[in-house]
C-alpha cells in the first residue's frame, strides 16, 4: 500500500545516456515534487507540480525535464546524463503548495553515471 | 547561501542518552519548522514540526525547543535508542503565498548513531 511509489530503484547508467524516472503516488495529494539527494545527503528541491502546472523549478538544468500527465504522476527525465548527475532522486507529495504541507518522500531512485 | 545551518554533521550517542541537534536560519520571515527523520533506503519523513508562537514542543521522547531572538531551533531526542540511528534534517519555510511556490528549506542533515 505504498502511498508514493518510484521506479526504478537503482539505475546505472554510462555519460551520455537518456533515462526516464517515474513516480506515482496515492495519497489524492495535488502538489509532486522532484528532490536530488547528493552523495553528501544535501537535499534539494528541483522541481514542484501543483495539478499538472510547474510552480517551483529551481534553477535546473535543461537537461531535466518533468512530466506531469495527471497530479498522481510525475516523471523525470534527463537527457545527456553527466557523471556530476549521480545521485538520489526522490520524488515527493503534498497536500498543497506552499511550504507548511507535510512532504511525503517516496524511497528514493539511486542514480549512478559512469 | 545555505539559510538554514544544521549541527553537528554527525553524531554518537549512548543508548539512554540524550541527542541534541541544532539548527539556526537567517531569514526572520520563516515560520515553519519541520524536522524529518531518513533511515538508509529511504525517503525522509515528517518527525515532528513546531510554529514559532510556541518556545517547546514535545511528541514522545522527542522534543523541539525554539528560540525566536536567537532564530535557532534543536531537536531532543530523551532516551536515545538504537532504533533512532537515521539522519535527521531541520527545514524551515516561510508559509504560505498565493503563489504557492514557498519552498521547504533543509539543513545538512545530521547522521545519529544509537550505540548500545
Known amino acids: 500500500d505504498t502511498a508514493v511509489s518510484q521506479t526504478p530503484k537503482y539505475l546505472v547508467t554510462q555519460m551520455g545516456n537518456d533515462k526516464s524516472i517515474k513516480c506515482e503516488q496515492n495519497l489524492g495529494h495535488d502538489t509532486m515534487y522532484w528532490y536530488k539527494q547528493d552523495s553528501k545527503k544535501f537535499l534539494k528541491i528541483m522541481f514542484s507540480?501543483?495539478?499538472?502546472?510547474?510552480?517551483i523549478n529551481e534553477t535546473v538544468p535543461n537537461r531535466f525535464s518533468p512530466k506531469s500527465p495527471d497530479k498522481a504522476h510525475l516523471n523525470l527525465h534527463i537527457n545527456s546524463l553527466e557523471l556530476g548527475d549521480s545521485a538520489v532522486y526522490f520524488c515527493?507529495?503534498?497536500?498543497?503548495?506552499?511550504?507548511?504541507?507535510?512532504?511525503?518522500f517516496g524511497n528514493g531512485t539511486r542514480l549512478t553515471v559512469t | 547561501q545555505q539559510q538554514v545551518k544544521q549541527s553537528p554533521q554527525s553524531l554518537i550517542v549512548q543508548k539512554g542518552g540524550i541527542s541534541i541537534i541544532n539548527c539556526a536560519y537567517e531569514?526572520?520571515?520563516?515560520?515553519?519548522f519541520p524536522w524529518y527523520q531518513q533511515f538508509p533506503g529511504k525517503g525522509p519523513a515528517l518527525l515532528i514540526a513546531?510554529?514559532?508562537?510556541?518556545s517547546e514542543k514535545k511528541e514522545g521522547r522527542f522534543t523541539i525547543s525554539f528560540n525566536k531572538s536567537a532564530k535557532q531551533f534543536s531537536l531532543h531526542i530523551m532516551d536515545s535508542q538504537p532504533g533512532d540511528s537515521a539522519t535527521y534534517f531541520c527545514a524551515a519555510s516561510s508559509g504560505i503565498s498565493n503563489f504557492g511556490n514557498e519552498k521547504l528549506t533543509f539543513g545538512t542533515g545530521t547522521r545519529l548513531t544509537i550505540i548500545p
Open positions: 515527493a507529495s503534498s497536500l498543497g503548495t506552499g511550504g507548511r504541507f507535510t512532504l511525503h
Open positions: 513546531i510554529r514559532p508562537d510556541v
Open positions: 507540480y501543483n495539478n499538472k502546472e510547474l510552480i
Open positions: 531569514n526572520t520571515a520563516f515560520d515553519y
